[in-house]
């Protein structure tokens, strides 16, 4: 997230950082995104299987927020939220793919897109 943060120094506007080993993001689930910080909130997630984040939405850049995100959710972040009066916005669960048994899990998920299921040899 550091480095996120420096290359967004100057940036204005909202920000969407995303995670590149979860096949289920989507166009639809960054409108998603998207619209909840249109709506009012001060922070975005998809929480992956694993408990870190797949996407992380912020309204404008704010390096504490992007921090307390990028960890697992265990109460920091929550609590952290809860302490500046901010409101999270969820994003659906979606499965990280970073090893065969993932592939495996993905395939054999029932709520998965079938085009997803067919990349990984499970239809």
Request: proline letters at 5%.
């Amino acid at each position: 997230m550091g480095a996120a943060a420096a290359a967004l120094h100057d940036h204005h506007g909202a920000v969407l950082l995303a995670a590149p080993d979860v096949p289920g993001l989507d166009a639809a689930v960054a409108e998603m995104a998207l619209g909840d910080l249109a709506a009012g909130c001060d922070l975005v997630l998809g929480a992956a299987h694993d408990a870190r984040p797949y996407l992380v939405g912020l309204p404008r850049v704010d390096e504490e927020l992007m921090e307390l995100a990028s960890g697992r959710f265990a109460g920091g972040l929550l609590g952290a939220m809860a302490d500046r009066d901010l409101t999270l916005g969820m994003l659906r669960a979606e499965r990280r793919l970073t090893s065969a048994a993932d592939a495996r899990a993905l395939g054999l998920d029932p709520v998965a897109p079938a085009d997803l299921r067919a990349l990984v040899g499970v239809v």
